[in-house]
């Protein structure tokens, strides 16, 4: 028969499961927001490396893709940074909940308090997420289009002479 800390400890164990899938969630969040931020960073850099190709209207649009693209970026990195926040306090949580089980400390006050700032911080994650999903959709109708080079554009001009 199982002594009393134990059986505390398999308690807290099934207590814990709910956490457990909290930080399984947030993970699969972080994995979503840094793939977005790659796609924004690449597009950001095809745009960078274009730019001097650009002339007047086309010129104007990637610079106003590009501050658009920018504020994404940012966006998505508060966002992933409230993402991890979220998971080191459902960590500090389960950790806690564990220490208090083993030690025979009353630490449900501390628990339940970590718990609240896990989702305030998932909250203001997923709130930024979806920030920068309009964002996203909102520039997908202004993107800039591939533009031929200024050599081509010159020759083709100089045959049509």
Known sequence: M????????????????????????????????????????????????????????????????????????????????LAVLAGLLVCLLIGTAFAGAYVSLDLSRTVAILFIAAVLALTGCLLL?????SIAAFSARQTVAPQTPRFSRKKATADAK
């Open 2 to 81: 199982p002594d009393s800390q134990t059986l505390e400890i398999y308690k807290v164990i099934q207590v814990i499961l709910a956490p457990v899938f909290l930080l399984t969630a947030v993970s699969g969040i972080i994995n979503v927001l840094i793939g977005r931020l790659a796609r924004a960073v690449d597009r950001r850099r095809i745009l960078e490396e274009s730019l001097p190709e650009y002339i007047d209207a086309r010129r104007d649009d990637a610079l106003r893709e590009l501050r658009l693209l920018n504020n994404r970026i940012q966006l998505v990195l508060w966002s992933a940074a």
């Open 129 to 133: 997420f979806l920030r920068e999903i």
